[in-house]
């Protein structure tokens, strides 16, 4: 930016909050796939062996040209729902369950919703409620191998806050289908039957799943500390973080969160940054997990 000469914009507290949350929102949405690479998956991945796209054949699935699944949320709901019978079929027919990788599945809505003559609907998303959806978590049996942070079983992968970007919903569509069949021997033994969604539990679902992403996972204060002294953070704000002599005392604020965090390395960087040259400290690189534990440890002052 400086050397753009660009001015440093001003930004308050909640104008940082409000851009990380629409960052976060922004990866609720898919962007476009590609249907030539769709086509070709469609072919590839072996879904024109069951299923026809307007044709007038019969076949053992069926036919997709008039698919109803122009939201991600509703295709979401259709492939978990028809999974076990898809899963039966292959079987008997020898075919290898395919799974689908980055933005394949993206790539195979999109052209199946370009060959669709089935209903559209005005909005590509359905109206959804995170306090249903999380009672749908238990109704439906997700938690009996699945964790929300510290609720939950271990069976399966936690499904609350973590380091990693949080899928959108044609991932984490595909990510439910590549996973379908071990999900599914799990809970035959564990005797829990293979629950059914509709459209609008499938919004609420994904949508308590997407709350409790956007809340932040906890850090280990130990790590964090360890982080604070590697970055140099001491060498300005004291060995406790209790403040030193070029920066001030951390542990005055009542709380630490990324928002806040973006919003005082915003304000206050470039002075830091003109402060660390001078001392030929180097500006710091953390990663995701080192910035949870480095707040963890600001949050223990």
Known sequence: MKDAQLGLPHITEQDALDLLSYL??????????NINKGAQLYDSK?????HTLNEDRKTLGPDLGQLSAE???VWAQRMWNHGQAMESIMAE??????TFRNQEMLDLLAFLQKSSSGTRREAGLLPATPSQGKALFTEK?????????SEGARTGPDLGPRGETTPSIVEFA????????QMWTQMEKK??????????????????????????PVGRVDVGTEVFHEKHCSNCHGANGH?????PNLARRQSYYAAELAYTIWSHGPEMYRRMREKNIPWPSLNEKEIVDLIAFLNSL
């Open 93 to 98: 027919k020898h075919v290898v369950w395919p």
């Open 71 to 73: 939201t991600p949320i």
């Open 46 to 50: 072996g879904c024109v062996q069951c």
């Open 243 to 247: 403040g030193g002599r070029e920066g």
């Open 141 to 149: 049996g997700c938690s009996s191998c699945h964790a929300v942070g």
């Open 191 to 216: 005797g829990i039957s293979r629950p059914q969604f509709e459209e609008r539990e499938m919004a609420d679902l994904i949508a308590y799943l997407y709350l409790v992403r956007y809340l932040e």
């Open 24 to 33: 976060y929102v922004v990866r609720y949405m898919d962007v476009p796939g």
């Open 174 to 181: 595909g990510l439910m289908w590549n996973h379908s069949p």
